[in-house]
C-alpha cells in the first residue's frame, strides 16, 4: 500500500479534451489526484501538462469533459475563485512592490485587520525562510529568494491546492537539489495538495508521491515512483525515465499468469504476467535496468541466471562505472552499472565477463 | 579612443545646423530693436511684455492648450486598448486593422487634412476646436499605439495570470498591476501626443473655425515685421516649456524603469 491509497480524492479528472483550434493539446485525460499528495506532471516539452496544470487553475477553458477539486465541477467556476494558487515558472512576482505587498497581496480583500494580516505575512515570510525580507524591493532578490515570495504568496491563502509550474527549472543544479527537499518538506509541513509540472524525471522521482507520466496530450502512465520505474507500463515510459536497455525477446508461450519469454543473449525466461503491461502492438523487447544487471568477480556465483558477455565500453563517474557489454557473443548490447567499492577494480574493454541477471527484474513490452 | 577629425566636425556641424537657430530665439528675444538682425542692440524684456498682454495671442495658446490636452488624453486612451488589444489577443483581421491604425503614420498629413475637410463640409458638420481634436487625434493615436504597445509587450503575462490567481477580478487586475507597470509608457504617450498637438500646423489651420490656434496664429503674425520680435519671446517660452517637459517625461520614465527593476536601455534623453 502507498502513501495515497487511503487519501480522499483532491482533484478529478473526466475524460478532458482540450483543442487549441486544430491542435489536440488534451486528449482525453483521466485520473484523480489525492489530498494532501504531492503530484507530479512529468512528460517532454510539448506534451501538455503544462495546459493541464492551466486548466486546474482555471486559466484555460477546457472543451469538452469535467474537472472537480474537492467535488465541485469548475466548468463555471473563475480562476480567481478557485481554491487553487499558483507558483508560476518565471515566479511572477509584481516588480513594483515590495516582497511584503507581494505575499500580501492576496488578502486584499480579506476582512482580517491590518495587524493580523501583518502577521500572516511575516509567518508565510517566516514559513519560506525569508524572515525579515519583508520591507526589500521585490526585483532587488535573486532568483531563489523570488521563488521564495512566490511560495509564500501563493500559500498565504491555504488553497487546496498549490500549482507549480517548473518553478525548480531556472535555478541552477545545487540551489535545484536544495530547493528539491525544501519543497519535500514544505509540503509535509502544511499538507496541503502540490501539482508540480515538470520535465526533469529524476526531480519527479525525487519528490514525489505519485506521478502522471505524459505523452501527446495522453496520460501514459499514472503510478508512484517506484511502480514507474519498476513496471513502466510502455516502452516510451521506460525509457523517459532513467536508462533502460531495451533486448528483442520472442514469446515463447503464455499461460495464465505467466510468459514464457526467449530474450537475444539471454536465454529462456519465465516471466509472472505482472512483467508484462498491456500489449500495444510492438515488437517484443524485454526491457532491464542497468543496476539489475551485475558483473560477476572471479568465482562469484550468481543468485539467479548468469550469462558471457564482453566489454565495449567503460564509463566512470567516479562512484559508478558504466559498461557497455556485449550478451552471450551476440549483438545485444546492453550498459550495466556498478559501485565502485574497495577491491573491485575498473575493467578493460575486451574484457571477457560473467554477467548476472534476474528474470524478476525484466519487464516485457510488446 | 581613435580621433576621427572629419567625423567629430560633421558631428559638430550637424548639431550647429539643429539647434543653432533655436540657440538665436532667445537672443533676439532679448534684443532691444524691431528689426531682427546682428549688432545686438542692448538688453529688454519689453517683448516677452508685450507677448503677456497680447489678448489673441493668450486666446490662441489657451486653445492650443485645451486641444493639446484633449488630443494627448484621448489618442493615450485609444492607444491603450489598441495596444493592449493587438499584444493580447488574436482576432481575424489583425494585422489589417493594425495597419489601418498606423497608416497615418506614412499618410501626407495634407491629405488627410483635406480629406477630412471634404468629408466634413459634405456631412454638414461646423468647423470647431472640436474638429481639430479629431483629425489631430487621427494623427497622434498611431504614435501612441507605438510607444504603448512596446509597453505592453514588456509586462509578462505570468503577472495578470498570478493576479487573477490571487483572487483579483480583471478590472482590479489591471488596476493594480497593468497600469502602475505600463505607466511610463502612458506618460511617454501622452506628453508626446501633446508636443504633436501642439505645434501643429496643418490640421489647426484646415480644419479649425478661425478661432485663434497657436501655431496657425504665429505663422499668421510672422506677415507683420513688427511682430516679430514678440514671437520670437513667444518661442523662446515654448523651447523652456519642451525642455521642462521632456525633462520631466524623461525623469518619469527613470523612474518607472528603477521602480520595476528593469535595465535603462535607452530614452529620450
Not at chain 1, 231 to 252: C, H, L, Q, S, W
Request: hydrophobic share 45%; aromatic share 8%; with cysteine.
Amino acid at each position: 500500500m502507498t502513501f495515497s491509497d487511503d487519501r480522499p480524492t483532491m482533484i478529478e479528472f473526466k475524460d478532458v479534451h482540450k483543442y487549441y483550434g486544430d491542435y489536440h493539446a488534451l486528449r482525453g485525460i483521466n485520473g484523480t489526484i489525492k489530498a494532501g499528495e504531492f503530484f507530479s506532471l512529468l512528460g517532454p516539452s510539448g506534451c501538455g501538462k503544462t495546459t493541464l496544470l492551466r486548466t486546474i487553475a482555471g486559466f484555460e477553458d477546457i472543451s469538452s469533459g469535467v474537472i472537480m477539486i474537492d467535488g465541485k465541477d469548475m466548468a463555471d467556476v473563475a480562476a480567481n475563485t478557485r481554491p487553487t494558487n499558483m507558483v508560476f515558472q518565471s515566479y511572477a512576482i509584481f516588480p513594483h512592490m515590495t516582497v511584503e505587498e507581494n505575499v500580501g497581496f492576496g488578502l486584499r480583500k480579506d476582512p482580517r485587520s491590518k495587524e493580523d494580516k501583518a502577521k500572516a505575512v511575516a509567518e508565510a515570510l517566516d514559513q519560506v525562510g525569508l524572515k525579515g525580507y519583508g520591507k526589500r524591493a521585490a526585483h532587488a532578490l535573486s532568483g531563489g529568494q523570488r521563488q521564495r515570495v512566490a511560495l509564500a504568496r501563493a500559500l498565504i491563502l491555504k488553497p487546496k491546492v498549490l500549482l507549480l509550474d517548473e518553478p525548480l527549472s531556472a535555478l541552477d543544479k545545487k540551489m535545484r537539489e536544495h530547493m528539491q527537499v525544501e519543497l519535500i518538506k514544505l509540503q509535509r509541513q502544511v499538507g496541503i495538495t502540490f501539482i508540480l509540472v515538470t520535465h526533469d524525471q529524476e526531480e519527479a522521482l525525487v519528490m514525489s508521491d505519485r506521478i502522471a507520466v505524459m505523452f501527446e496530450g495522453e496520460i501514459a502512465q499514472l503510478a508512484d515512483p517506484e511502480t514507474l520505474y519498476r513496471r513502466p507500463a510502455t516502452r516510451k515510459v521506460a525509457d523517459f525515465i532513467g536508462t533502460m536497455n531495451f533486448i528483442p525477446a520472442e514469446i515463447v508461450s503464455e499461460s495464465g499468469d505467466k510468459v514464457e519469454v526467449d530474450a537475444k543473449g539471454l536465454g529462456r525466461a519465465m516471466l509472472d504476467i505482472s512483467q508484462a503491461p498491456a500489449k500495444t502492438g510492438e515488437t517484443p523487447v524485454v526491457g532491464l535496468r542497468p543496476e539489475t544487471l551485475t558483473l560477476l568477480y572471479d568465482d562469484q556465483k550468481p543468485p539467479e541466471r548468469e550469462t558471457d558477455g564482453v566489454i565495449d565500453e567503460v564509463i566512470y563517474f567516479g562512484d559508478m562505472t558504466y559498461y557497455d557489454v556485449y550478451l552471450g557473443g551476440t549483438d545485444v548490447e546492453v550498459r550495466l552499472s556498478m559501485r565502485n567499492v574497495p577491491g573491485r577494480p575498473v575493467l578493460d574493454v575486451g574484457t571477457k565477463v560473467r554477467v548476472a541477471w534476474s528474470p524478476s527484474a525484466l519487464v516485457l513490452f510488446r | 579612443m581613435k580621433k576621427a577629425p572629419i567625423l567629430q566636425s560633421y558631428t559638430l556641424f550637424y548639431l550647429l545646423f539643429l539647434y543653432g537657430p533655436i540657440l538665436l530665439l532667445p537672443i533676439f528675444a532679448f534684443n532691444d530693436s524691431r528689426v531682427v538682425a546682428f549688432p545686438l542692440q542692448g538688453f529688454t524684456a519689453g517683448w516677452f511684455a508685450e507677448m503677456a498682454s497680447d489678448q489673441n495671442l493668450r486666446n490662441a495658446a489657451k486653445n492650443s492648450l485645451m486641444i493639446a490636452l484633449s488630443v494627448a488624453t484621448i489618442s493615450t486612451v485609444l492607444g491603450i486598448f489598441a495596444a493592449r488589444a493587438s499584444v493580447r489577443y488574436r482576432f481575424p483581421g489583425k494585422a489589417p486593422l493594425m495597419g489601418m491604425i498606423m497608416l497615418p503614420l506614412v499618410l501626407p498629413e495634407m491629405i488627410v487634412a483635406m480629406a477630412l475637410l471634404v468629408v466634413l463640409l459634405s456631412a454638414g458638420i461646423p468647423l470647431s476646436l472640436f474638429t481639430v481634436i479629431l483629425g489631430q487625434v487621427l494623427i497622434c493615436t498611431p504614435f501612441a499605439v507605438a510607444i504603448l504597445t512596446s509597453a505592453f509587450q514588456s509586462l509578462d503575462r505570468s503577472l495578470e495570470e498570478a493576479a487573477m490567481d490571487l483572487g483579483e477580478t480583471a478590472w482590479s487586475t489591471f488596476r493594480l498591476i497593468v497600469l502602475p507597470l505600463v505607466m511610463p509608457g502612458i506618460m511617454a504617450s501622452f506628453l508626446i501626443c501633446f508636443t504633436i498637438s501642439f505645434d501643429e500646423f496643418i490640421i489647426a489651420n484646415f480644419l479649425g473655425s478661425g478661432e485663434p490656434i497657436l501655431s496657425v496664429y504665429i505663422f499668421g503674425q510672422f506677415r507683420f515685421p513688427n511682430k516679430v520680435p514678440s514671437m520670437l519671446a513667444l518661442g523662446t517660452v515654448l523651447v523652456c516649456m519642451s525642455i521642462i517637459l521632456l525633462g520631466f517625461a524623461e525623469y518619469m520614465r527613470r523612474r518607472g524603469i528603477a521602480k520595476a527593476g528593469g535595465k535603462d536601455s535607452g530614452g529620450f534623453l
